[in-house]
């Protein structure tokens, strides 16, 4: 058996790998750009033997930043031929060539725990970012609220990418007019690991609009079929707002602001709240429709600081029914697919924000039992992308950057 200082090396050896210099790729081939959340969750891992190499990451993340305070989903620093959809595709007029949507926005929180590693050598660098990640955070506030909750306006944009949540809303869009391309994914990994091209037409379709609109948020609000607010964005979003709250005062600034989000964001998070399926689900913001899915986002409650005991006795529920940490997808779902991407697989990313949030919240127990599986799950199996939930399998790409930074800062710690 490996042991854990042999993988700990490891995980160091994959985020040096992977950096690009200033930023690191989720891993080489497949994802060859700096991904917005993958990169927080990189710093994090930096965070655990190169505190200043953390905070380059989210600097760099941070320069990708528009005139209106968005940061996008990617920022394509190189072009490389081996992605698609590229820059190309996207037509964005960002300070680096980038897509037009956001991801969950964990930076500001990422940022906080850089920051706490090292105060004296953090203070400068986190006072320099903080009104950039206030300026994002206000971005979301004036543009992705319904209800208080927070919206997602492409399925990439909350990171779980063919997630049954959007099943409903997909079905209503039309893409048959979407014309030809070429997947670049299916030639790294294996297609019944990716999201269908039924799928995949409809996210290009969405891209094609965006940018038939210049991204103009008004315009793409008054036209999208696709507005959903779901347990990601909203949980996530909260998050780095007491993240920012925190940040701010030990900075000495005013976070009025920030108390008065924390409130709307605390309030939206209950209009996700499903009674009939029992879980925080996500909603149709056009349709009013109820997605009907428990995944792994409606167990991010306790890293927004939101209390619920049912989702604590679903959660004790579904360690029981799988072997491996939390899944994306509720094992007894009818559109439950063990190695479909965001339909099943377990990701140790989202394992690890679950993690956080039930040792913030007390739930000590749940905590120390999703890390050692989470832990137990990588070292049998290595640093995918993501795992089969019922028999650990790796799937997608290998040498995760995310998956390596999950063990240095949670799984694999003593
Ligand atoms: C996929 C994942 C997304 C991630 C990206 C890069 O699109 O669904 O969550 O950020 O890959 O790893």
């Known amino acids: 058996m490996t042991s854990n200082t042999a993988i700990s ?31 927080a969750v990189a710093a994090l891992g930096f965070a655990q033997f190169d505190v200043d190499r953390a905070w380059v990451e989210i600097e760099t993340l941070f320069k990708g930043q528009w005139a209106d305070g968005m940061v996008p989903h990617i920022l394509f620093h190189k072009s ?31 940022a906080r725990f850089v920051w706490e590693q090292d105060k004296g050598l953090g203070r400068e660098r ?33 990171g779980r990418d063919n997630a049954p949540d959007w099943d409903n809303t997909m079905a209503r869009m039309d893409a048959s007019d979407v014309g ?48 959903v607010a779901d347990p990601t964005m909203t949980f996530t979003t909260l998050r780095a707002a007491r993240d920012l709250q925190v940040i701010g005062e030990a900075l000495g600034e005013d976070t009025s602001g920030i108390a008065a989000s924390i409130e709307l964001l605390v309030t939206g ?29 409606s167990y991010l409650c306790w890293f927004a600081g939101v209390e619920n005991a049912k989702m604590l006795a679903r959660l004790r529920d579904v360690m029981t029914r799988v072997p491996f940490p ?40 749940e905590a120390k039992a999703l890390a050692d599986k989470t ?28 998956t390596a930074a999950v063990w240095l800062a949670w799984a694999g710690r003593d």
């Open 9 to 39: 090396e490891q995980a160091r050896e994959i985020l040096i790998t992977n950096d690009r210099g200033g930023y690191t790729v989720p891993t080489a081939g497949l994802y060859p750009y700096q991904w917005n959340w993958d990169s």
């Open 80 to 110: 490389d031929p081996g992605y698609f959809p590229g820059p190309d595709v996207w037509g964005c007029e960002g300070p680096i060539p980038s897509s037009g949507i956001i991801q969950p926005p964990i930076a500001a929180t990422m």
């Open 126 to 158: 986190l006072a320099a970012l903080y009104p950039k990640m206030v300026k994002w955070h206000n971005w979301i506030m004036r543009w992705r609220l319904h209800r208080g909750a927070v919206c997602t306006t492409h399925p990439w944009e909350t």
């Open 375 to 402: 832990a137990g799950l990588i070292k049998e199996h290595g640093f995918a992308e993501y795992f089969d939930p019922m028999n650990g399998k790796a799937a997608g790409g290998g040498t995760f950057t995310w």
């Open 180 to 227: 030809e391309y070429t997947r670049r994914d299916t030639a790294h990994v294996n297609s019944d690991d990716r999201p269908t091209k039924y799928d995949y037409d409809r996210y290009i379709k969405l891209v094609q609009m965006g940018r038939r609109l210049n991204w103009d948020q008004a315009a793409m609000l008054a036209e999208s079929p696709f507005r």
């Open 326 to 365: 939390v899944p994306s997808n509720d094992p007894n779902a009818e559109s439950f697919d063990a190695r479909r991407y965001w339909r099943g697989p377990t990701w140790a990313v989202v394992n690890l924000l679950i993690g956080i949030g039930l040792e913030d919240m007390g739930h000590k127990t």
């Open 269 to 297: 998070a209950e209009t996700l709240w499903n009674e009939e399926l029992g879980g925080y689900d996500s909603r149709d913001v056009l349709s009013g429709e109820w997605a009907g899915c428990l995944s792994n986002a």
